[in-house]
């Protein structure tokens, strides 16, 4: 067997269009929705990301800043930039992009953004409506694109055993909420493995759907998954390689070489989750804007 290759891309394109759409509308009514990023210091892949972001707003017709800040900026000067553009109606959402220096709570961070104005879908109280099984309000991206990619390629979870590697608030938390609410795209039954579980394969060959976001390479094994089960990667590692001119390459968590001969759907890295993250944020911002 030869995994089906999931095209986050193509997912994440037919996505950007749906929220041109919306968009649309919105400004035929006089309204143009507006994302506002912040950027503190110069982390190369955040530089990157959210020059991807700005990228995709003008794509669909957003507005859109960036504020860029330097990496010793201190926390009462950040807290009180948010709260400006918390008042500005030119913004319907705000990016705190992640991680930041370390003078800086990252959870009083998210605290300080309006929960209305959420872009990411962090903050505490879209959190809290998450677990109440609430999906009118800005959804987690990253968790948000995993089950569009589930229900997009025909892999609806609903009545799956679908096992979760990763207990963050970003990612695997939310997810596990998102699949076992009464929705669509959920449904699930739901195990979450993490690095208190003493044996992660004996979850994950039981497993129809695996989702990886360990923040580990080779985690998952083509021995740790039975043959038809469908992999998910989020994970994003940088490792060594002599032969790229850079020094180095993207892998997720997931043994992606060995997987694909074992599974029947398998995403990339890059190119599978981390599109459909960028496409989510959209639709957080538009749903803000009231579109």
Not at 20 to 37: F, I, Y
């Amino acid at each position: 067997m030869t995994a089906q290759l999931i095209d986050g891309e193509a997912i994440a394109a037919t996505i950007r269009a749906e929220v041109a759409d919306r968009v649309a509308a919105l400004e035929a009514k006089g309204k143009t929705p507006g994302l506002a990023a912040i950027l503190v210091g110069d982390d190369p892949g955040s530089v990157s990301y959210v020059s991807m972001k700005a990228k995709d707003c003008e794509a669909v017709g957003m507005f859109s800043e960036t504020f860029h800040l330097p990496a010793d900026t201190p926390q009462a000067d950040l807290f009180a930039l948010v709260a400006r553009l918390n008042a500005d109606a030119r913004f319907d959402a705000i990016l705190p992009q992640l991680p930041v220096p370390p003078q800086i709570d990252e959870r009083l961070y998210i605290d300080q953004i309006v929960a209305a104005k959420d872009a990411d879908g962090l903050h505490p109280e879209n959190l809290g409506r998450l677990l109440r099984g609430e999906t009118s309000h800005a959804l987690p991206c990253t968790p948000h694109g995993v089950i569009q990619i589930l229900l997009r390629t025909g892999n609806d979870p609903a009545g799956k055993h679908v096992v979760v590697v990763g207990r963050s608030t970003l990612v695997g938390r939310p997810l596990a909420v998102l699949l076992s609410n009464k929705a669509t795209g959920g449904n699930a039954t739901v195990t979450i493995c993490h690095t208190g579980t003493p044996d992660i394969a004996r979850h994950t060959r039981e497993a129809d759907i695996v989702v990886m976001a360990a923040g580990r390479p080779n985690t998952l094994r083509a021995d740790m998954v039975r043959p038809g089960a469908v992999v998910i990667d989020v994970g994003t590692n940088r490792i060594e390689d002599a032969s790229r001119k850079r020094g180095w390459r993207l892998v997720g968590d997931a043994d992606f070489p060995a997987l694909k001969e074992v599974c029947s759907w398998i995403t990339p890295v890059p190119g599978g989750v981390g599109p459909m993250t960028r496409a989510m944020l959209l639709v957080n911002t538009v749903r803000a804007a009231g579109g």
